[in-house]
């Protein structure tokens, strides 16, 4: 072989850079969950002592920590004296759970990854599939955590608004079903959003269930809101003018079957909202860091829990909007139309 072993040390450089984000995720997750962001944020210049002492943890760990997250880039470092700062624009990435680009819960999904390792490759050899109830269960908490956020700024504000007259129905009394809810967090952002509106949770995961239950509770919307163990083609309730799969539909195994249920359950006029990972039509156009994300998650979880499924379809987490819009053609709906985007997210409109 003829290598070039500039481009050698160039790849080996990357690899190391990924290695080095591997490592530096735990230590991200660490300072999430012992509140180091939220202390460092808006408080300017902070000695790891001083950080030690507003955190109640120890100055000798903290301050590794902090070298850690200053090499990463995370945190700002000045040599004069010997103290630390979190950028502002770092806040809502790392320190608010309420911002839409709050991204730590990522690496709660990213460490059932590695928890379901074994897995994931025996069935690299078998061919079969995961289920979902079958991962770690940091993954739920993990995926939770992290939709949470853009499903609070922009399910209402903006994907539901793009509805052609769906906001109108909801705000007057309409029906809606969330399909796969999983815990709850977009059937509860709705339920809140539009109270005058009946809205039914569907998932087959039975402890999702419960804790989205519990989590209306605590939310003070339970009154109009009503969750139900059952798959993708099977709650029999129906007349709906607006139903829901939030980021799901590529991960079950006949996502035509729970289109063309949700098609007959519809009423007249009423229309599917299809959320899926953003993603273009080819790989080559998918070549980017959103998209190595979603196909790590797609090759561990997604891919595996539809294929544990009956069709088994394993459409992937970046099947993209034209493959997406031919699946809900071929379950019967005549328009299918993208009336939004984010960075993360690709939004469909399917109508009768």
Same mark, same amino acid.
């Given at each position: 072989?003829?290598?070039?072993?500039?481009?050698?040390?160039?790849?080996?450089?990357?690899?190391?850079?990924?290695?080095?984000?591997?490592?530096?995720?735990?230590?991200?997750?660490?300072?999430?969950?012992?509140?180091?962001?939220?202390?460092?944020?808006?408080?300017?210049?902070?000695?790891?002592?001083?950080?030690?002492?507003?955190?109640?943890?120890?100055?000798? /760990?903290?301050?590794?920590?902090?070298?850690?997250?200053?090499?990463?880039?995370?945190?700002?470092?000045?040599?004069?004296?010997?103290?630390?700062?979190?950028?502002?624009?770092?806040?809502?990435?790392?320190?608010?759970?309420?911002?839409?680009?709050?991204?730590?819960?990522?690496?709660?999904?990213?460490?059932?990854?590695?928890?379901?390792?074994?897995?994931?490759?025996?069935?690299?050899?078998?061919?079969?599939?995961?289920?979902?109830? *079958?991962?770690?269960?940091?993954?739920?908490?993990?995926?939770?955590?992290?939709?949470?956020?853009?499903?609070?700024? %922009?399910?209402?504000?903006?994907?539901?608004?793009?509805?052609?007259?769906?906001?109108?129905?909801?705000?007057?009394?309409?029906?809606?079903?969330?399909?796969?809810?999983?815990?709850?967090?977009?059937?509860?952002?709705?339920?809140?959003?539009?109270?005058?509106?009946?809205?039914?949770?569907? *998932?087959?995961?039975?402890?999702?269930?419960?804790?989205?239950?519990?989590?209306?509770?605590?939310?003070?919307?339970?009154?109009?809101?009503?969750?139900?163990?059952?798959?993708?083609?099977?709650?029999?309730?129906?007349?709906?003018?607006?139903?829901?799969?939030?980021?799901?539909? %590529?991960?079950?195994?006949?996502?035509?079957?729970?289109?063309?249920?949700?098609?007959?359950?519809?009423?007249?006029?009423?229309?599917?909202?299809?959320?899926?990972?953003?993603?273009?039509?080819?790989?080559?156009?998918?070549?980017?860091?959103?998209?190595?994300? /979603?196909?790590?998650?797609?090759?561990?979880?997604?891919?595996?829990?539809?294929?544990?499924?009956?069709?088994?379809?394993?459409?992937?987490?970046?099947?993209?909007?034209?493959?997406?819009?031919?699946?809900?053609?071929?379950?019967?709906?005549?328009?299918?139309?993208?009336?939004?985007?984010?960075?993360?997210?690709?939004?469909?409109?399917?109508?009768?």
């Amino acid at each position: 072989m003829n290598i070039d072993m500039n481009k050698v040390e160039q790849f080996a450089g990357q690899v190391v850079n990924d290695i080095s984000a591997t490592f530096s995720g735990v230590m991200t997750n660490i300072g999430h969950k012992l509140g180091l962001y939220k202390a460092m944020a808006g408080a300017g210049d902070m000695s790891s002592q001083s950080l030690a002492e507003k955190t109640n943890t120890h100055e000798r /760990y903290v301050r590794e920590w902090l070298n850690n997250q200053t090499a990463g880039g995370y945190v700002k470092y000045d040599m004069d004296t010997n103290t630390y700062t979190l950028p502002d624009e770092h806040i809502p990435v790392l320190a608010d759970e309420e911002s839409p680009v709050f991204l730590v819960p990522a690496l709660d999904v990213a460490s059932s990854l590695w928890l379901d390792e074994k897995k994931v490759t025996d069935v690299f050899r078998s061919g079969e599939g995961i289920s979902w109830s *079958d991962h770690h269960h940091r993954l739920f908490c993990g995926s939770e955590a992290l939709f949470r956020p853009s499903y609070k700024a %922009h399910l209402t504000t903006s994907w539901i608004q793009s509805l052609n007259g769906t906001e109108e129905k909801l705000k007057s009394g309409a029906k809606v079903a969330d399909v796969g809810c999983g815990h709850g967090a977009s059937t509860i952002v709705m339920a809140k959003e539009y109270p005058n509106s009946i809205f039914y949770g569907f *998932d087959s995961h039975e402890e999702s269930i419960r804790i989205a239950e519990q989590r209306a509770e605590d939310a003070g919307v339970n009154g109009n809101l009503h969750f139900r163990v059952t798959n993708a083609k099977e709650y029999q309730e129906n007349n709906f003018d607006l139903i829901c799969f939030m980021d799901c539909l %590529h991960d079950m195994g006949d996502p035509i079957g729970a289109a063309h249920h949700a098609k007959n359950s519809l009423k007249i006029g009423g229309s599917v909202l299809l959320v899926e990972p953003a993603a273009g039509d080819a790989v080559n156009e998918n070549i980017n860091p959103v998209s190595r994300l /979603y196909y790590a998650a797609s090759t561990a979880v997604c891919t595996p829990c539809s294929i544990s499924q009956e069709v088994g379809l394993a459409l992937g987490a970046q099947a993209g909007e034209k493959r997406l819009s031919h699946i809900m053609k071929d379950a019967g709906f005549a328009n299918v139309s993208r009336t939004a985007e984010t960075p993360f997210n690709i939004i469909l409109e399917a109508t009768m």
